[in-house]
């Protein structure tokens, strides 16, 4: 992709996204968010009716009379998204790549963020973490982000959820509002959920496409895995083959809601060939 093509994608999905920011998410993102962190303000007397769970026990020992902390909404948060950027996300049978969906999902959330006067950060990643774009503000940061989303070519094309996770616990010190936008075609990585959804505000978006889910009688079809390259010929006119295909996408999709289920992440899936406003204002609403 060229530089003018680059800018004339990244101008298209401004104006798309920008203005279902202003018409349809800025609200739905504010109730969702806004007010769910809060933040050290005072100390003052303890006033009847006053939670005592807010006592200060050392200033209360000191003037041997209670008092109690005072906290207040924080008007501004954190965003982080985390960006699966591995092979397969170039995949796509139907309007779009699982790559341009992505984008467009990210961008809505990042100009949501900066509506809100929030910071938005980005982690891409695929079995290694590939760039962190620091916490900022501003139009020209959201435009760089979406420049990158389109045409970032990462140095490795396999996942590791686990791994990007860890980072994120390691890296992010202040708790955040953070989106895994990811296809979680990846190995076991309960454990490393649970630990950053305990420190963060994390949600889970789910991108895939139709035909990884079910396969037409195509014949003989040759197969190519975008991540660890291995090939392989599949009778597709089968329909022993097909029944298996379907089957193991519907087990390794209840794998993944499981794991969210245990770790009481809020998850939700989008498919390359659906509207994915419907589901996002679903999970802004759940909340």
Same mark, same amino acid.
């Given at each position: 992709?060229?530089?003018? +093509?680059?800018?004339?994608?990244?101008?298209?999905?401004?104006?798309?996204?920008?203005?279902?920011?202003?018409?349809?998410?800025?609200?739905?993102?504010?109730?969702?968010?806004?007010?769910?962190?809060?933040?050290?303000?005072?100390?003052?007397?303890?006033?009847?009716?006053?939670?005592?769970?807010?006592?200060?026990?050392?200033?209360?020992?000191?003037?041997? /009379?209670?008092?109690?902390?005072?906290? +207040?909404?924080?008007?501004?948060?954190?965003?982080?998204?985390?960006?699966?950027?591995?092979?397969?996300?170039?995949?796509?049978?139907?309007?779009?790549?699982?790559?341009?969906?992505?984008?467009?999902?990210?961008?809505?959330?990042?100009?949501?963020?900066?509506?809100?006067?929030?910071?938005?950060?980005?982690?891409?990643?695929?079995?290694? $973490?590939?760039?962190?774009?620091?916490?900022?503000?501003?139009?020209? /940061?959201?435009?760089?982000?979406?420049?990158?989303?389109?045409?970032?070519?990462?140095?490795?094309?396999?996942?590791? $959820?686990? +791994?990007?996770?860890?980072?994120?616990?390691?890296?992010?010190?202040?708790?955040?509002?953070?989106?895994?936008?990811?296809?979680?075609?990846?190995?076991?990585?309960?454990?490393?959920?649970? $630990?950053?959804? /305990?420190? /963060?505000?994390?949600?889970?978006?789910?991108?895939?496409?139709?035909? +990884?889910?079910?396969?037409?009688?195509?014949?003989?079809?040759?197969?190519?895995?975008?991540?660890?390259?291995?090939?392989?010929?599949?009778?597709?006119?089968?329909?022993?083959?097909?029944?298996?295909?379907?089957?193991?996408?519907?087990?390794?999709?209840?794998?993944?809601?499981?794991?969210?289920?245990?770790?009481?992440?809020?998850?939700?899936?989008?498919?390359?060939?659906?509207?994915?406003?419907?589901?996002?204002?679903?999970?802004?609403?759940?909340?």
């Amino acid at each position: 992709m060229d530089t003018t +093509e680059l800018l004339k994608k990244v101008r298209s999905i401004e104006i798309k996204t920008k203005g279902l920011t202003r018409n349809v998410f800025a609200g739905e993102y504010h109730s969702a968010f806004k007010g769910r962190g809060m933040a050290f303000s005072e100390v003052r007397e303890y006033q009847y009716g006053d939670d005592i769970r807010n006592i200060d026990w050392n200033v209360t020992a000191r003037f041997n /009379h209670p008092f109690v902390k005072v906290f +207040e909404e924080e008007r501004e948060l954190t965003v982080i998204l985390m960006v699966d950027v591995s092979g397969s996300k170039d995949f796509g049978t139907q309007q779009n790549t699982k790559r341009q969906l992505i984008t467009e999902i990210a961008a809505v959330l990042a100009f949501s963020a900066i509506t809100n006067n929030d910071k938005i950060g980005v982690i891409l990643f695929s079995d290694i $973490i590939e760039k962190f774009i620091p916490p900022q503000k501003g139009r020209q /940061h959201i435009l760089y982000i979406i420049r990158e989303l389109l045409a970032f070519q990462p140095k490795n094309l396999g996942t590791n $959820i686990s +791994e990007a996770l860890k980072y994120l616990t390691n890296a992010i010190k202040k708790r955040s509002t953070v989106f895994l936008i990811s296809d979680f075609i990846s190995n076991d990585f309960s454990d490393s959920l649970r $630990i950053a959804a /305990h420190k /963060h505000d994390l949600l889970s978006l789910r991108v895939y496409d139709k035909r +990884e889910e079910e396969i037409p009688s195509l014949g003989l079809v040759y197969f190519r895995d975008a991540e660890t390259g291995a090939v392989k010929w599949i009778n597709t006119s089968k329909k022993r083959v097909r029944e298996m295909y379907a089957q193991n996408a519907v087990n390794a999709s209840k794998t993944i809601k499981d794991i969210m289920s245990r770790t009481g992440v809020d998850y939700i899936t989008v498919a390359t060939n659906e509207d994915y406003v419907k589901p996002l204002i679903s999970l802004f609403k759940s909340r």
